[in-house]
Each structure stands twice: as structure tokens, then as C-alpha cells.
Nanobody, 124 residues
Framework: QVQLVESGGGSVQAGNSLRLSCTVFGLTFGTHYVGWFRQAPGNEREEVSC????????YYTNSVKGRFTISRDNAKNTLYLQLNSLKPEDTAMYYC?????????????????WGQGTQVTVSS
């Protein structure tokens, strides 16, 4: 059974930083694309960032470029998202995802595995 367990969310003031972690169980982690989505109240879920198998290729949505950094440690089966210069509009539930099969080269599959989410709240 595949499980994705996120941690690291919290409440911070604008301009501060957080580091999200996601440990994946039951999957050959190093052979799957993984990434982060977020959903704010009243908004659709959006893809924030995605990283390929070895970390050599990354994607960021425009609103977080230059502020967020995605990384992975395949030896620890863990995905990270460093959130710097946080803004109130970054407030959302953040979800870790893993592509369902090793041949899927994106984080947007309808069959993704999902974590339970970790809340990030940024106050002005």
C-alpha cells in the first residue's frame, strides 16, 4: 500500500520560510516523478512544483518561481519543498503527490498517489 506522509506546515508571518517534507512508503521512490499541489479555500487545486526521478528537472508554477525550491532525497524516500519569502496568497493546504507509474513523466496524472495534506498559513 502506497502512503505519502507530509509534515512541516504551520503558521508564519509574511516574508518568513517553511520547509515541507513528504516521505513515501510502498513505492520505488527513485523511479517516480513527485511533486506538490496546493488548494486554498474557494480555489481549485493547483500544481505548485514537480521534480523528475533524479532531481535534474523541475517545474514551478509562475507565482512561486524564485521563492520555492523542490528537492528530493531518494535514499530517504523523501520529497521536500522549501518555501521562502512567503506571502499571504501562499496560504493553502499543500499536498504531496507521486506519479502512479515510473513511465509517467509528470505530476498531473489523474491516477496520482496523494498525501493527506499539510496546512500553510501566512499572515500579513
Amino acid at each position: 500500500q502506497v502512503q505519502l506522509v507530509e509534515s512541516g506546515g504551520g503558521s508564519v508571518q509574511a516574508g518568513n520560510s517553511l520547509r515541507l517534507s513528504c516521505t513515501v512508503f510502498g513505492l520505488t521512490f527513485g523511479t517516480h516523478y513527485v511533486g506538490w499541489f496546493r488548494q486554498a479555500p474557494g480555489n481549485e487545486r493547483e500544481e505548485v512544483s514537480c521534480i523528475n526521478w533524479r532531481g535534474g528537472s523541475t517545474y514551478y508554477t509562475n507565482s512561486v518561481k524564485g521563492r520555492f525550491t523542490i528537492s528530493r532525497d531518494n535514499a530517504k524516500n523523501t520529497l521536500y519543498l522549501q518555501l521562502n519569502s512567503l506571502k499571504p496568497e501562499d496560504t493553502a493546504m499543500y499536498y504531496c503527490v507521486a506519479a502512479p507509474w515510473s513511465w509517467v513523466k509528470s505530476c498531473t496524472s489523474a491516477d496520482n498517489y496523494w498525501g493527506q495534506g499539510t496546512q500553510v498559513t501566512v499572515s500579513s
